[in-house]
């Protein structure tokens, strides 16, 4: 039987044969992971003898890696795939494939088949060992073809990784998620999860460290569960401190952390460690414990702030940010203003919040929902407004301080570049382009409610 690596074989002979080498072109929508596993999906076609291009209208391969986490993801996508039926009709050629979360759930998978026929390759998150078989199947018999398994088979190899920067870099350290929030589709597409052994990880990080990189995301749906299931006794703080002990000039981050597992270990680990940066994204969906519970969350409203309370006490102003569900099933007022309290007790640095969006497949599907869009839609604008005002004023305890950015794009103001500070906060610095991907220190000298801006001082 003939395994991945010899379709890359087959598949690069095909492209040598070119005169001059073929083009892919992939985007990834949704998290973190998804990037991360674009970035793979990029190697295996790099192997295969293809070029990355930015430019949609160059590639004689497109690659979607969708997200399903909301019904505006999975929109999103639609929208981007129906725009390829007319690049399709001009070259018969482009193949174009859909990957990801989106594509493991059937109904959807289903749905590309009948309605996109401009679609010539669909797998789900656990197939990406049976891509280059796919593509080497579309491209040679000129077929639709759809693989969407169940099955994982835990893939030790290692592949090259195309990355998309050459001085941040993620790594997976474990994929897939037990909890079943009651809203949430990971669990159905990403299936159980599985932690990566720890020498795996280490090596990984060693490499990036001795080719410069200066920081490094750690990722998983529920990264702080790292370690269960595996042969070795290994917990996540335990393996922080094992990264922080690696020679080089990096950062840590990592994300993201579920309340229910985030221990006081944790955070003595984040503090102690130099490389650690001073932050915790703690999605706490909703601050009412009504809700919570109806959520599955496995975690009150006081558990949570006892390990905030506990952090400040510590640092009275370590980072915070958060993910925030607005009208989960029959939430109410009532319900909302219990998460605005916590909100405003918090003083989160940044929060993400998301209007409620029902899941096929999920268990809170199945319950009826009385509370209107128009009211959900009103609480949103209230909790950013509120956020807003607290963003105003929190920021402004960094007034006159020096904090240490990361400079890693453009700004959109003229002149400026912009990066994140260790507290994961936008920061934006008038300075030269060549800054970009140099960690610096900055003394802020304004603030806004949505950034710092400061001078370069060293
Ligand atoms: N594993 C991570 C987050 C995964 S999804 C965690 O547990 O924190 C990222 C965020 O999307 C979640 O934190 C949640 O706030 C939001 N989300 C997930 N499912 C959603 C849904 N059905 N409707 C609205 N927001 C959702
Ligand atoms: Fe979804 Fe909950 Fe798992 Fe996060 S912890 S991925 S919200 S089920
Ligand atoms: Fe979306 Fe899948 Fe991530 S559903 S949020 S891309 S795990």
Same mark, same amino acid.
């Given at each position: 039987m003939l395994t991945y690596k010899d379709y890359i074989s087959k598949v690069k002979n095909i492209n040598l044969k070119r005169e001059t080498p073929p083009l892919c072109y992939l985007h990834s929508f949704g998290c973190q992971q998804n990037v991360s596993d674009g970035e793979k999906i990029t190697g295996l076609l790099v192997d295969m003898g293809y070029g990355v291009t930015g430019d949609l209208r160059s590639a004689d391969i497109i690659i979607y890696n969708t997200c399903a986490v909301r019904e505006n993801a999975e929109m999103k996508v639609f929208g981007c795939v129906g725009e390829l039926k007319h690049l399709k009709e001009q070259n018969p050629e482009l193949i174009i494939g859909l990957c990801g979360c989106m594509m493991q759930q059937k109904h959807i998978a289903e749905k590309v088949q009948k309605t996109y026929k401009q679609v010539d390759i669909i797998f789900g998150t656990f197939a990406l060992n049976e891509f280059p078989k796919l593509l080497f199947e579309a491209i040679t018999n000129k077929k639709r073809i759809c693989e969407i398994t169940e099955n994982y088979t835990e893939n030790q190899e290692e592949y090259n990784i195309v990355r998309n920067s050459s001085f941040k870099a993620s790594v997976p350290i474990m994929n897939g !998620? *037990? *909890?079943? !929030?009651?809203?949430?589709i990971v669990p159905y597409v990403r299936g159980r999860e599985r932690s990566r052994n720890s020498s795996s990880v280490l090596n990984e990080i060693k490499q990036l460290a001795d080719s410069g990189y200066k920081e490094i995301m750690l990722l998983g749906q529920n990264v702080n569960s790292y370690g269960r299931g595996l042969d070795e006794k290994i917990i996540f703080p335990e393996l922080l401190r094992k990264i922080n002990g690696i020679d080089g000039d990096f950062k840590i981050r990592f994300m993201s952390s579920h309340p229910k597992d985030a221990t006081q270990e944790l955070i003595d680990t984040i503090i102690g460690c130099d490389k650690i940066c001073k932050h915790l994204h703690l999605p706490l969906q909703s601050g009412s414990n009504r809700i919570l519970k109806a959520m599955n969350r496995q975690y009150t409203i006081e558990q949570y702030m006892e390990i905030v309370n506990y952090a400040r006490s510590k640092i009275p102003d370590f980072s915070f940010t958060t993910d925030i569900i607005i009208g989960f099933p029959n939430e109410t007022y009532e319900d909302f203003l219990q998460t605005m309290q916590i909100v405003r007790q918090v003083k989160y640095d940044n929060i993400y919040s998301f209007i409620y969006s029902k899941r096929e497949g999920t268990k809170a599907a199945e319950f009826e929902d009385f509370t209107s869009f128009e009211d959900k839609s009103r609480w949103m604008r209230e909790l950013l407004q509120a956020q807003r005002e607290i963003s105003t004023e929190h920021y402004k305890r960094f007034n006159g301080r020096i904090l240490s950015v990361l400079f890693d794009a453009e700004s959109k103001t003229e002149g400026y570049i912009s990066g994140k500070s260790d507290e994961f906060i936008i920061v934006e610095s &008038?300075?030269? &382009?060549?800054?970009?991907g140099q960690r610096k220190s900055v003394k802020i000298t304004r603030t806004f409610n949505w950034a710092l801006q400061g001078e370069i001082i060293d």
């Open positions: !998620c *037990n *909890n079943f !929030c009651s809203y949430c &008038k300075a030269d &382009k060549t800054v970009i």
